[in-house]
């Protein structure tokens, strides 16, 4: 299992903290804004990353105008291959959302297996166990799931939901909450999910994917220095947990 980070790409100002954070660990680029990708050329957002190697996955959400979705899936495809990366994942906000998605899924199914690159659904509101069942129809592992805590997710939540879905899991993301909601770093308060008995469970059960510590997406943006500091931690922790057996 690898170790890696979810980090806000608003706008043109966080290429900066983008380039400087892939030089100390594995980043999901997170582009928070449909219309940066529809509305601007590829090289807009590669160039200005050209040489990273870090990157795991882009992650991106509906864009204004549904019935372009195949065009604009096509277009983080390619930004995607461009950063090297052969994940898209794309965050389902709703049941409307989901319905459109699902009513494309034969077409979503051949435009990724062309490029060969897998489409990650990270759902929101809408039952993980439904969007698993929909996507297991599908052979050829052009499809998989990411899940994520919010403030109300406890350990035994997360848990269940890892478990369920284990065979289609590609990113299994964190943040730590405390217990008023706000989301806090690892390690500086009492939390809901306690971080060291998720990772034993995690290496118990045998997954070997990506853990993604997801603070911006809750609100929580750290000085470089503080990601890695945290990003060091875990991984310690998970060399101390291989060792051990």
């Given amino acids: 299992m690898d170790i890696a980070y979810s980090v806000i790409l608003r706008d043109s100002r966080d290429f900066k ?21 529809s509305e601007g050329s590829v090289g807009d957002i590669t160039d200005p990353l050209e040489n990273i190697k870090n990157i795991i996955g882009v992650k991106v959400r509906m864009p204004n105008k549904k019935q372009i979705l195949l065009d604009y ?5 390619i930004i995607s291959e461009e950063l090297g990366s052969n994940r898209v994942v794309f965050e389902v906000g709703d049941e409307n959302e989901y319905l459109h998605i699902r009513k494309l ?4 199914y ?3 297996s062309n490029y ?22 599908y052979l050829g592992g052009v499809f998989g799931l ?21 065979r289609m ?3 299994i993301k964190i943040c730590n909450f405390d217990y008023t909601g706000k989301p806090k770093q690892f390690f500086k308060c009492s939390s809901i999910i306690n971080i060291l008995d998720l990772l034993n469970f995690i290496f118990k059960i045998g997954y070997d994917n990506y853990l993604v510590i997801n603070y911006e997406e809750r609100g929580l943006r750290l000085s470089e220095g503080e990601v890695v500091s945290d990003i060091r931690r875990i991984e310690e922790i998970s060399r101390s947990i291989i060792e051990k057996g």
């Fill in 169 to 171: 899991l590609e990113f």
């Fill in 110 to 112: 051949c435009l990724f």
């Fill in 116 to 137: 060969k690159i897998k489409f990650v659904l990270e759902s929101g509101k809408v039952s993980l166990m439904r969007v698993y069942k929909d996507i297991t129809e």
């Fill in 17 to 37: 903290r983008v380039r400087v954070l892939s030089n100390y660990m594995l980043l999901e680029l997170n582009i928070t804004d449909p219309l940066f990708i």
């Fill in 73 to 77: 899936l096509e277009k983080v495809i």
């Fill in 146 to 166: 990411s899940v994520s805590n919010d403030s109300s997710t406890d350990l035994a939540d997360m848990i269940r939901a890892i478990r369920n879905c284990l």
């Fill in 105 to 108: 899924m034969d077409e979503i």
